[in-house]
């Protein structure tokens, strides 16, 4: 080894904090930043790593003339910073101090190297792991007892889709809205509407604060408060909508076999003078026009409903279907805007799975569309319970009590 191979690296490298190597192995994936090599073996030894791992300096670490590039200090004053180290092979390592190669490796092209390395460490590690998510659940009283998906229900859920939630505090990882009272009950709709604000304000307030960006929601609740959930959603926020299914062994997780369904869109023409029009899913069962409320009488039907299947209870299990039926849906809705434009009031009945009435209620836009009164099915007809784009309790015409 001749004297100018001398190599002065030594000096100061027990000066370098473990955070700033902990920091260097973290960004290079504990990689050589120059020729991308494994720096921590194939075998899980501490040994291995430290035989082939090394520090380099970019600027030399002191002045003298074996210390390279130190000559070239264009305003680093700490050299065991980690701006200016790299974590290299002992290859690697030799060839950039070399003094016949220490030409091709100025301060700059190094800090080039070190830059590029790092973004594309960052760029290909930033996908992937589990989705962190919040759970918002709806439950409501049935026959007495509180039906709600419950936080073990909710999480097995979420990791067979590999989200991971409620295992945050309880302000950012659950939200739980339970509903009391039923729906014939003295000022139901109107308490219940009340508990939906809350919960959206408290879930609100947490993707304000940076504590939740995506939302999986698990409900329990009769349709016309699942639209009225629905047209709560935020738009901006990431948004997955599960239900329970029949099916018990398939519980809240969506059973994608088999093929989606598809749904149509039955209308009628234009009318440019029709002031009410009826928006009808028919997805859970057929919706029998007969039972509409004289309020509705004439008015135009838009009615959306599955292809080649009949309306049923086990329609949506395939979550692809619940797409079909959104997309289906805004359709539907654009056309009640484009084929009667002088509506004052859409009226919207559904008879339809949890997670498609709420996709009904998110497809709804304050300003653009006219106010929607939403009917709930009672033992004779349909009954407006609630509006959607209005604070204050609807003014709803008396109707015969249900038992
Ligand atoms: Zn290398």
Redesign the pocket.
Known sequence: MSSSDVRDTAVNRGRIKDAVRNALWARTAGR?T????RLLGDQRTYLHSVLLAELAHNIGATDGDGSPRSKQNDGVDDTEAEENLLL??H??HKIIDNPDHIDFFPPEKLREIKESFERRVEMVTENGGLTRTAALRIGCLIRGSLAMASRREVAETLLAVNYLGLVETQRSGDFACRINGSPGGRGFWEAAQQSIDDTIAQVRQAVESGDVDHISVFAIASVPLLVYLGWHLDDKTPTRLFQKHRDQFVGWSWNDQGNPVDFEIVAPEDDASAEDVVLVCALTSEVTHSAFPSAVDGAPVIEVRPIEHSPGPNLLSHEQSLANFADRWRAALAMAESRFPSAKRWHLIASAPVTASIEAGRALVRDIHPPVTVYERTDVAYEAVLEVYEQQAPQVPSQPRRR
């Not at 120059?34 to 090599?37: D, F, L, S, T």
């Open positions: 050589c120059i020729c991308n090599r290299l092979c290859d690697c």
